[in-house]
């Protein structure tokens, strides 16, 4: 199945503004971000499992857990620091 | 017609250009007695990052949106099921600000102080750490994505809610 993938602030300089990807129904988004961690070397680095980060599925919060349906918007980002 | 609804005024603005306090206040309290105390945040740029000397020229505000107002009126409709208020507003500003600029407006009124007061420190802590916002500062140095402060995740969590912003919740 395809998802949108968005990205924000140093990860949207690093990645570009979004990308369309081919995911296994029924995938996580923690599972999204291993398999494009694995994409390339620049993913890799810019979504390395050290660094902090944030994801969203359909514009809500989610965790390594959330599920991901089919022709879902997702979003990853670093934390928040608006206000 | 005076018994029609009146229209809803929007809870959530986020827009580049500047606000105006009173403005905002009139439009949150009109028609409603009820209301007996407002209580306002509003949140500036400094021109200094951190402690440190070097001085902030410019702050340039990213944002995601679509989600960032669905977030915010997630966080109204919990401090109105918290707290004992009547109306809440968030105005959020995006895009190049300057030192002394207003970044954000949260307004919330109530009956008595008490709940405005809270209800208006409560959305403001959940604001930190929980709506899409990416501040970058321009120094001396260059410009710089600002680091999220375990200090605001603290701050939620005296509400009872974990944030874990900071050190990035797992995703």
Redesign the interface.
Known sequence: MKVQV?Y???L?EALGPHETVDLAAGSS??AL?NQLIASSPRHAEALARG??????VN??????SSPVPEGAEV????????? | MADMPQPQAARVSIHSHDFDLGAEVATLRAGDAGVGAVASFI?TVRDRHGGAAAEVSAME????P??TE??IEAMIDEAIARFDIRAARVV?RVGLLMPGDQ??LVAVASAHRGQAFQACEFL?DY??????????ETTADGAH????RVADDAALARWGIQAD???????
């Open positions: 968005r924000f602030a140093s949207r988004l923690g971000r660094r902090a980060l944030r994801g969203a514009q809500v919060m989610g965790d390594d979003a990853f980002f670093p934390p928040v620091t608006g206000g | 949140g505000l990213e944002h995601y679509g989600m669905k977030s959020h970044i954000v403001m604001l930190k750490t929980q709506a899409p916002f990416w501040k970058k994505w600002v680091d999220a912003n900071a050190t990035g919740r797992p995703a």
